[in-house]
């Protein structure tokens, strides 16, 4: 009984014992992440984007709000989905509010509905309902070749991306840190985005 009991109270506690790990090996903490392709659901993880010090690498402040999808994983090559926006003039990211958020910043080469190119205002819907996964050129994460972003198959002939200089799992957090340099941290908890966080992810 008390084996059985001690069996159940370890996989209730898994994910927080995940959180409170420092994972760097790239195999491993890849393993933690809930994949598109491989899900029925579309999972979304959400943070923010920090400023960094490209000195020390010390992570800073506040750069923009993020949602983070991880599409497939296959040969050391992580693609991804993401959108980036400001903040509210309350200091808040508004996760919930995929609307009315202005977005800047996804994937060149995502076919996505609510991507707003141009001088459309892109929302912040993060679903396999407005992203066609299976038909789209997304950025990548490409752990041979130490490069993070847009591909020579989005933009010909080189891509655009900066140098990955870390990816871990850390306090609860997915980061990946560039040579641009930016820290890119999402709770390690992945959301349904059809009812995205109401409050704070740290």
């Not at 296959?74 to 200091?91: C, F, I, N």
Request: some cysteine; aromatic content about 8%; hydrophobic content about 35%.
């Amino acid at each position: 009984m008390w084996r059985a009991l001690i069996s159940i109270i370890a996989i209730a506690g898994a994910p927080s014992s995940v959180a409170a790990q420092t994972i760097t090996d790239p195999a491993e903490v890849v393993s933690h992440l809930k994949l598109w392709s491989q899900e029925t659901g579309d999972p979304v993880y959400y943070g923010e984007v920090r400023d960094v010090d490209a000195r020390s690498k010390r992570v800073g402040g506040h750069y923009q709000c993020l949602a983070l999808a991880f599409i497939k994983y296959d040969g050391g090559v992580l693609q991804y989905a993401h959108k980036m926006w400001s903040k509210s003039r309350d200091g808040s990211c508004h996760y919930d509010d995929v609307t009315s958020r202005k977005v800047g910043n996804h994937g060149a080469c995502v076919k996505d509905s609510n991507a707003g190119f141009g001088k459309a205002v892109g929302t912040a819907r993060m679903t396999k309902d407005n992203i066609d996964y299976e038909h789209s050129t997304f950025r990548t994460v490409d752990l041979n070749t130490r490069r993070v972003g847009e591909t020579k198959s989005c933009i010909p002939p080189k891509g655009a991306s900066a140098g990955l200089y870390s990816m871990r799992i850390v306090n609860g957090r997915f980061q990946i840190i560039t040579t641009r340099p930016l820290a890119y941290e999402v709770n390690i908890e992945p959301q349904d985005p059809h009812n995205p966080p109401t409050k704070p992810v740290f």
